[in-house]
């Protein structure tokens, strides 16, 4: 700093015709400003373009990457569309073999459960007939006990020890023998 201020006491001087800075703003605006520029264009061009070659390399690769990603994320996708589309079309097969399992198995149970119910009628009338034919033989047993009940009351009531005597001789001649 100290440098500085010496050099700007010289300008005072310089204004006799030496070398110093001019203070005057306006004046100095537009030297300055082309000096400025031309330390800049000079020193900076091989740093900004330093600069400016590696952000361009970094942009390359993020668009090399990107692309890479992308190419990658697109063949990812296709791969899985592809798997979306066997899987839909083998779960299209499953479904399509249940239903036809379904419609077999539905056609056996029907045909089975047909079969039985031809069956159980069968077995009902089998049933029925033996019940019928039991019922008609205890109906037949009963007739018979009663008749016989029957006859022997009217028997007691109207036999009397001579008709009885006769009915015997009767039997027994009958029968073949004399008395």
Same mark, same amino acid.
């Given at each position: 700093?100290?440098?500085?201020?010496?050099?700007?006491?010289?300008?005072?001087?310089?204004?006799?015709?030496?070398?110093?800075?001019?203070?005057?703003?306006?004046?100095?605006?537009?030297?300055?400003?082309?000096?400025?520029?031309?330390?800049?264009?000079?020193?900076?061009?091989?740093?900004?373009?330093?600069?400016?070659?590696?952000?361009?390399?970094?942009?390359?690769?993020?668009?090399?990457?990107?692309?890479?990603?992308?190419?990658?994320?697109?063949?990812?996708?296709?791969?899985?569309?592809?798997?979306?589309?066997?899987?839909? !079309? @083998? #779960?299209?097969?499953?479904?399509?073999? /249940?239903? =036809? &399992? *379904?419609?077999? $198995?539905?056609? %056996?149970?029907? +045909?089975?459960?047909?079969?039985?119910?031809?069956?159980?009628? !069968? @077995? #009902?009338?089998?049933?029925?007939?033996? /019940?019928? =034919? &039991? *019922?008609?033989? $205890?109906?037949? %047993?009963?007739? +018979?006990?009663?008749?016989?009940?029957?006859?022997?009351?009217?028997?007691?009531?109207?036999?009397?020890?001579?008709?009885?005597?006769?009915?015997?001789?009767?039997?027994?001649?009958?029968?073949?023998?004399?008395?």
């Amino acid at each position: 700093m100290g440098t500085f201020w010496l050099l700007a006491s010289h300008a005072e001087g310089a204004a006799e015709g030496g070398f110093g800075l001019n203070l005057d703003f306006f004046e100095t605006n537009v030297v300055n400003l082309a000096i400025v520029i031309g330390v800049l264009f000079y020193f900076g061009r091989k740093v900004l373009g330093n600069i400016l070659t590696e952000r361009r390399a970094k942009i390359e690769a993020a668009i090399k990457e990107a692309e890479k990603r992308q190419k990658d994320a697109a063949a990812k996708l296709s791969d899985q569309q592809q798997k979306l589309a066997q899987a839909q !079309a @083998e #779960a299209e097969n499953i479904k399509a073999q /249940a239903q =036809e &399992r *379904a419609t077999v $198995e539905r056609q %056996q149970i029907a +045909a089975q459960a047909q079969k039985d119910l031809e069956r159980l009628r !069968a @077995e #009902a009338g089998q049933d029925l007939n033996a /019940a019928k =034919e &039991r *019922a008609m033989a $205890e109906l037949r %047993q009963r007739v +018979a006990t009663m008749a016989l009940e029957r006859v022997e009351s009217q028997l007691k009531s109207q036999l009397d020890e001579g008709k009885q005597q006769q009915l015997i001789d009767n039997s027994i001649a009958m029968l073949g023998g004399n008395r």
